[in-house]
């Protein structure tokens, strides 16, 4: 059986002052388990917005308490309930930026050369977030501890320039690739992807020719 093909998300790009209301108005992305299977458990969603200068992605998902919200920031999130986002540089897919935050708001960055898609030959250089990276946290009941959310949501916004070695912004027409991603620690543990790596004994995100498309148009015609 073939692989499935990788998503093809269409973007404007919209002026900086409305990046707001075009995240609040884009349309929900549900993810997948990472082997490409139908996401058990409450859903996980993603969207998107972006400007000529700024990417802002918003993940809103549904938890099952007690969460595993144990790391610092900068340490190991990635062993936490967190949410991640992996952006390739235009100039070599095969090198890549990933950040990931935890309900706490704690965040772990890195970059990663993986042409081989293979752990045993990557290059990793962890504790690398992206100059400029925002990251903002809420999740419900209102008041409470993080570990006892259920459910939270996670915007970060990341200026373009900090996600490619040669700082290349975004044009109508042009491309990028990245993926989205959850792993849900509470209750069960689940792996959630945009895009699905298909790989899931283990599970692992590290997988660059899976990531989905942004392709950009200009902003919507006024009307």
Same mark, same amino acid.
């Given at each position: 059986?073939?692989?499935?093909?990788?998503?093809?998300?269409?973007?404007?790009?919209?002026?900086?002052?409305?990046?707001?209301?075009?995240?609040?108005?884009a349309p929900r992305i549900a993810l997948s388990d990472v082997g490409g299977g139908p996401a058990a458990g409450p859903p996980s969603r993603v969207a998107f917005a972006a400007s000529t200068r700024t990417l802002v992605v918003l993940f809103e998902v549904e938890a099952?308490?007690?969460?595993?919200?144990?790391?610092?920031?900068?340490?190991?999130?990635y062993e936490d309930e967190c949410?991640?986002?992996?952006?390739?540089? @235009?100039?070599?897919?095969?090198?890549?930026r990933e950040v990931v935050v935890s309900p706490a708001g704690a965040r772990y960055g890195a970059?990663?050369?993986?042409?081989?898609?293979?752990?045993?030959?990557?290059?990793?250089?962890?504790?690398?977030?992206?100059a400029g990276l925002e990251v903002e946290v809420s999740g419900e009941p209102a008041g409470d501890v993080p570990s006892r959310w259920d459910r939270w949501r996670c915007r970060l916004v990341l200026p373009w320039r900090s996600l490619s070695t040669?700082?290349?912004?975004?044009t109508p027409g042009s491309e990028r690739r990245l993926n989205a991603f959850r792993i849900a620690r509470g209750r069960t543990t689940r792996?959630?992807?945009?895009?699905p790596t298909l790989?899931?004994?283990? @599970?692992?995100?590290?997988?660059?020719s899976r990531f989905a498309r942004?392709?950009?148009?200009?902003p919507p015609a006024a009307v």
């Amino acid at each position: 059986m073939s692989a499935p093909p990788v998503p093809r998300l269409h973007l404007p790009l919209v002026p900086d002052e409305t990046l707001r209301p075009t995240l609040a108005a884009a349309p929900r992305i549900a993810l997948s388990d990472v082997g490409g299977g139908p996401a058990a458990g409450p859903p996980s969603r993603v969207a998107f917005a972006a400007s000529t200068r700024t990417l802002v992605v918003l993940f809103e998902v549904e938890a099952e308490p007690p969460l595993r919200v144990a790391a610092p920031d900068g340490g190991t999130v990635y062993e936490d309930e967190c949410v991640e986002v992996f952006v390739a540089d @235009p100039g070599d897919p095969a090198f890549y930026r990933e950040v990931v935050v935890s309900p706490a708001g704690a965040r772990y960055g890195a970059e990663v050369r993986n042409p081989d898609e293979s752990r045993e030959t990557w290059t990793l250089r962890p504790g690398r977030l992206p100059a400029g990276l925002e990251v903002e946290v809420s999740g419900e009941p209102a008041g409470d501890v993080p570990s006892r959310w259920d459910r939270w949501r996670c915007r970060l916004v990341l200026p373009w320039r900090s996600l490619s070695t040669s700082g290349i912004l975004p044009t109508p027409g042009s491309e990028r690739r990245l993926n989205a991603f959850r792993i849900a620690r509470g209750r069960t543990t689940r792996y959630l992807a945009l895009s699905p790596t298909l790989r899931a004994s283990p @599970p692992d995100f590290h997988v660059p020719s899976r990531f989905a498309r942004l392709l950009f148009a200009g902003p919507p015609a006024a009307v």
